[in-house]
């Protein structure tokens, strides 16, 4: 466990740079082979700000875009997916730097493209498409291979991006699935769609495919192309078939039917040791010389792959240094089904290789995946356990929990390591029964079976867990607390924490002046560590202490330390950030910079949505502070709501020392006020939904989204048209940006 709580290796600069480089850099048009520009001119002409290239594997979608691009006389943007792209926040990131180029606009906002899942659709979403509608050059962005991002997150993200595309510009989605709002698009004139009966091949472009391929076409050539019914992938296999010897006029059934025949054709007319090659490295999503071959545990695979590459055999460029490549899908499918029934048993012992290859490189969120499909439920779960921590800090929190939930909660319960980062993710993500539930687990695995130091760590780690969540009374948490501090070691990426929670506990019996060592040890700590939730953390209690101290010039300075810690690492949305936010308007108001006090409020508001019980002193600190910044704006109303937020919080966690005294004083002090007129802020529950109010989904879907039913959508919708003063969905949005509670 000790080892598996390390830092991960640092990505290899130069090879996470070229993997980068191949996603967002417009492909090299392949010369010959069959002309789109008929279609590209279509497209451009349709005056649709969005156009979908939607058609089964093998029909040139990516072709023609990478056509287009050559043609286009307006800035190009281009982004390639892949399987692991699958992320709202890596989404957004790649659309943001893919457009940085040409659009200082988006570069302004590119880093803030990641959070926990409600803040990629509430802020980064909305951020992104704000930026791309005020850029004033006119561009074209090319998204190819969409249906490897087609998780629910990814489609909701991308549907509010696509909102954002001024008139003049274009984007073009190209894959086998659509982006699923086409009906609205269709209304609105704002869609061309092109399918596979425009991608089909007639006669002179199968002629133009045998002739690339180097072989002049027969009389056969129409037989040919009505057999596979203009299918380009089809009459490219018959034009490499027919050039090694082969005869394809007994061709005959459906697109994959034919492919697999087709593929198995010209396979097997190749050298044995290609045939091998392409067999085995077909568990590669991305191919270089050297992962090859370490796949292959053998060398020559440049040459090989230039071979390839030469023979025109679905081989596709990444970069334009021709380092990167992948196979065309639909081939490496078939070649992944060669692979298992030519050499059974092989796949497992490739995909271990592949996992060390890229662990070596830096790259162990690809290993992960490697180390699944070959089995190896225990050796990726401890490579998650090492990578959960600065995963979910770089904003990808749907690929932990997508990791989680591969693994499944046998695998997760035998590491304790990976108990700890599925407790401390449910834990900061305000899931209340995940939390809990993981909790439970934590404190059921067997510490006396553990060696050391690994007992110690899982100790120490059980620890943190029952003194955050602060079940068993304040008392007990200072002594869970401290007992993490004195047993976790110095270079452990958890003792930050520790010290951290050393400090928020003691405040709970009355322990000011520990408090604050402990919290400037943390932040000193965390600094050290690069770990941003501590530095925050405690600079934001830091605040607190110099404001009720009548410190304002060190509350000050401490406000504006945690703020800058914010925005260096991109937290925008991490329950984490509500504290230092809600304080900083405090101090802001003190300097009567009211404006810049709502600002913060607006965040804050947002944030505290996922501090809920389970995180009992963080939830409750955060709903004071943001109650007495409403007090000093005379927003009683506001104040009275985060005070009945306060006291749901104590009855499910009553034995919070003293900060439950500071709850009645705050109540106390709000009941001596004079009643005034105001509008009641969104709920927590409201500001979860609020987002999806951008998309077309309606709201029975909605609801399953966030696992409601459809009358509670509509309840809440309704309250959330009440607070904010509109009638529409539309209206409901622009306010909503407007105050902040949506994108910046």
Not at 363 to 369: D, G, I, T
Not at 409 to 416: N, R
Not at 494 to 515: F, I, N
Request: net charge negative; aromatic share 6%.
């Amino acid at each position: 466990m000790s080892e598996a709580s390390r830092p991960a290796l640092a990505v290899r600069p130069e090879l996470s740079a070229s993997l980068l480089s191949g996603k967002i850099a417009p492909p090299a048009p392949r010369t010959g082979g069959v002309s789109r520009r008929a279609l590209v001119e279509r497209a451009q002409q349709a005056g649709a700000r969005v156009v979908e290239v939607t058609a089964p594997p093998g029909y040139g979608k990516s072709t023609m875009l990478a056509e287009w691009a050559a043609l286009e006389p307006r800035e190009v943007a281009w982004v390639g997916l892949d399987r692991h792209d699958d992320d709202p926040a890596t989404l957004l990131t790649l659309l943001a730097l893919a457009c940085s180029r040409f659009s200082p606009e988006v570069a302004a906002v590119a880093g803030e493209m990641r959070g926990p899942g409600p803040s990629t659709l509430g802020r980064s979403a909305p951020l992104l498409a704000a930026a791309l509608a005020r850029t004033t050059t006119p561009f074209v962005l090319f998204v190819d291979d969409l249906q490897e991002a087609s998780s629910e997150g990814c489609r909701d993200v991308l549907e509010v991006v696509l909102g954002g595309i001024p008139a003049g510009s274009q984007v073009v989605l190209a894959g086998r699935l659509s982006q699923g709002d086409r009906a609205r698009r269709r209304v609105e004139g704002d869609l061309l769609e092109l399918d596979a009966d425009d991608l089909r091949v007639d006669l002179a472009g199968a002629a133009a495919l045998f002739r690339d391929a180097g072989v002049e076409p027969g009389a056969d050539l129409a037989a040919v192309v009505e057999r596979c019914e203009g299918w380009p992938t089809g009459i490219v296999l018959c034009a490499l078939l027919v050039r090694a010897g082969g005869d394809a006029s007994a061709l005959a059934g459906t697109d994959r039917f034919v492919a697999d025949y087709l593929y198995r054709e010209c396979l097997a007319r190749l050298p044995a040791d290609l045939q091998h090659f392409l067999r085995c490295t077909a568990v590669l999503d991305q191919l270089s010389a050297g992962a090859c071959d370490a796949v292959l545990d053998d060398v020559g695979s440049a040459a090989l792959l230039r071979r390839l590459e030469d023979a025109h055999l679905f081989l596709v460029p990444l970069d334009h240094r021709r380092g990167w490549f992948r196979y065309h899908a639909l081939f490496r499918e078939f070649l992944l089904a060669e692979l298992e029934r030519c050499e059974q048993g092989v796949a497992a012992a490739l995909h271990r290789r592949a996992a060390a290859w890229l662990t070596a490189h830096g790259l162990e969120a690809r290993a992960v995946e490697h180390l699944l499909a070959a089995g190896d439920v225990a050796e990726a779960a401890e490579l998650v356990a090492g990578l959960g921590l600065s995963t979910y800090q770089s904003g990808q929190v749907t690929v932990v929990t997508r990791w989680l939930a591969a693994l499944g909660d046998d695998a997760v319960v035998a590491s304790p390591a990976l108990t700890v980062v599925a407790t401390w993710r449910a834990l900061l993500l305000g899931e209340t029964s995940e939390a809990e539930r993981w909790a439970a687990a934590l404190e059921g695995v067997d510490a006396d079976a553990l060696p050391e130091p690994d007992r110690t760590a899982l100790v120490s780690a059980r620890c943190q867990v029952r003194a955050a969540m602060c079940v068993d009374g304040a008392e007990a948490a200072v002594a869970c607390a401290a007992f993490a501090v004195d047993h976790e070691p110095s270079w452990s990426p958890w003792y930050d924490q520790a010290l951290h929670l050393l400090g928020a506990t003691r405040l709970l019996v009355g322990e000011r002046d520990a408090a604050r060592v402990a919290f400037r040890d943390a932040s000193a700590a965390g600094t050290a560590a690069g770990n941003p939730d501590s530095v925050l953390l405690s600079e934001a209690e830091l605040a607190v202490l110099d404001v009720d101290d009548d410190r304002w010039a060190d509350a000050d300075a401490h406000a504006r330390a945690a703020v800058r810690t914010i925005e260096a690492h991109h937290m925008e949305g991490y329950s984490t950030t509500a504290l230092a936010l809600g304080v900083s308007a405090r101090v802001a108001l003190h300097r009567g910079e009211r404006t810049v006090a709502e600002r913060f409020l607006a965040r804050a508001m947002r944030a505290r949505v996922q501090c809920t019980h389970v995180l009992p002193f963080l939830a409750l600190r955060v709903r004071l502070q943001l109650g007495y910044a409403y007090t000093t704006l005379g927003d009683r109303t506001t104040a009275m709501h985060l005070a009945a937020e306060a006291a749901d919080l104590l009855r499910r966690r009553p034995r919070v020392g003293l900060l439950a005294d500071e709850v009645a004083t705050f109540r106390a002090r709000l009941d001596g006020l004079a009643a005034a007129p105001g509008t009641p802020p969104l709920t927590p529950a409201e500001h979860r939904l609020l987002p999806y109010l951008q998309t077309h989904l309606t709201m029975a879907e909605i609801g399953r989204r966030l696992f409601v039913s459809r009358n509670t959508v509509s309840t809440q919708v309704g309250s959330i048209y009440r607070k904010l003063g509109a009638t529409t969905r539309g209206a409901a949005v622009e306010r909503a940006a407007e105050l902040g509670l949506l994108g910046g």
